[in-house]
């Protein structure tokens, strides 16, 4: 690729390329220092020529790169994302390619290939910060990474989920902030945006920040919220660094449980803290439901929706790890354990849409049958329809925390 090319073309397209196993192909760059991103892991792709568009680009590219002619029916979108570097703006388009070839038949002439568990790449310290955010992106198109439905197929289970569970983490962040007067907000791992727009409404002075892995929920949360964009941004995790952020208010909710290195993501908030950040945390625990009068498929599900964040390296019910992750970086402050009760059909209507989503994977990792996954599915919705019964839903962990002195500065 020529090195003039890239730095006067601000357009870029890469691609990833998976293989059934969810084996994943990589490019391990070269450790020369006048090369970008030097001994780092990125996408195979590169800088588009004029008058290129992004699919014709990349197949060029891969052609170069890989000596593999791949044909635009092959390309399947991933995201595109906007990046600023050195003062240069680069609009990037990202694809991937399922293969049933060998990932290693393929010949390297950039770099080294290098093949990765896609279920885990997201854990390599060497990939870039765009690549980084690329891979969770893709695992979560390809449910190696979180396990449901995310963008506009997911609106209706995200607002009952809202409806059932934001109630009580309004209160609670009335109730923990109630003496702040914050200018920056994050809102991390934003979703829709239900809580960065109650967020920007409770604090009218605040910029708000809705940070997410996910482009299509970002997008869902622009288009939901376009008449306050302005003091209400959205932006995916690859962009973070290009903002000097450091927040009076850190909202995360639901997210610890979704990581395979909880440290890792608690050093991240910790990041954009300073000295008197108050950072709200929100972690169910799955186990703690409880159903009058007793029916086996919710606890079923429960058990088999841990059983498959085990086999991807996650908790999916906040346990001892994830509670000394954040207690060794961070000072309790305000503590609240809440169960609401489900008992509208729309509240109900969480445990069986969320079983639905999950219940390809949990057969795919053989984790479960199919036959059972249908039986389970069946109960469930007889649950939902049944008025008679209700279900307390998932107790809620609240944490108020601040960062521990010793690590103020530290990060």
């Known amino acids: 690729m020529d090195s003039k090319i890239l730095r006067d073309n601000r357009r870029f397209a890469g691609a990833f390329l998976i293989n059934e196993r ?30 290129e568009n992004y699919r014709d680009g990349l197949i060029r590219e891969l052609k170069e790169e890989l000596n593999a002619l791949f044909c635009d029916s092959e390309l399947k979108f991933l995201s595109k994302i906007r990046k600023t570097e050195s003062g240069i703006t680069t609009d990037c388009e990202f694809y991937y390619i399922k293969l049933v070839d ?24 060497r990939l870039t910060p765009t690549c980084l955010a690329m891979v969770k992106e893709l695992q979560s ?13 997911d609106i209706e289970r995200l607002d009952a989920l809202d409806s059932v569970y934001g109630v009580d983490a309004r209160r609670f962040v009335e109730y923990a902030c109630k003496d702040i007067h914050p200018t ?22 605040a910029q708000v920040f809705g940070i997410d892995t996910s482009m299509e929920q970002l997008e869902s949360a622009r288009a939901r919220y376009r008449s306050i964009i302005g003091r209400l941004q959205f932006i995916h995790t690859s962009e973070l660094f290009e903002f000097d952020i ?35 945390f929100i972690e169910p625990i799955l186990n703690g439901m409880l159903v009058i ?40 402050k305000e503590f609240k354990v809440m169960q609401p009760i489900l008992g509208s059909s729309n509240g109900k209507f ?5 079983f639905d989503q999950i219940s390809g994977e949990l057969i795919d990792r053989c984790i479960c049958t199919t036959d059972e996954t249908e039986k389970i599915s069946r109960e469930l919705w007889e649950f939902v329809a049944d008025t ?16 521990k002195e010793r690590l103020k500065y530290s990060k």
């Open 22 to 51: 969810g084996d994943v192909l990589l490019q391990l760059r070269d450790s020369d220092p006048s090369i970008d991103n030097p001994g780092k892991i990125s996408v195979f792709g590169g800088s588009l020529e004029a008058n």
């Open 350 to 354: 969480i445990v069986a849409r969320s």
């Open 388 to 403: 008679t019964i209700s279900c307390a839903g998932m107790q809620i962990i609240h944490l108020a925390c601040s960062p």
């Open 246 to 280: 450091k927040a009076d208010i850190i909202f995360s909710k639901f997210v610890i449980i979704h990581q395979v290195n909880v440290d890792a993501y608690n050093d991240e908030i910790l990041s954009l803290c300073h000295n008197n950040t108050i950072v709200i």
């Open 102 to 125: 060998d990932l290693k038949s393929y010949t390297v002439s950039e770099g080294t290939g290098l093949i990765l568990e896609l279920s885990r790449a997201h854990l390599d310290d």
């Open 184 to 205: 920056t907000i994050i809102d991390y791992g934003c979703g829709h945006g239900h809580m960065t727009a109650f967020l920007a409404g409770l604090y009218p002075c």
């Open 141 to 153: 198109k390809t449910n190696y990474g979180y396990a449901l439905a995310t963008g506009e197929g």
């Open 293 to 332: 009068p007793h029916i086996d498929a919710i606890y079923r599900a429960n058990e088999l929706t841990i059983q498959l964040g085990l086999s991807k390296g996650i908790n999916y019910s906040i346990s001892k790890r994830e509670i000394e992750s954040i207690t060794s970086r961070f000072d309790i």
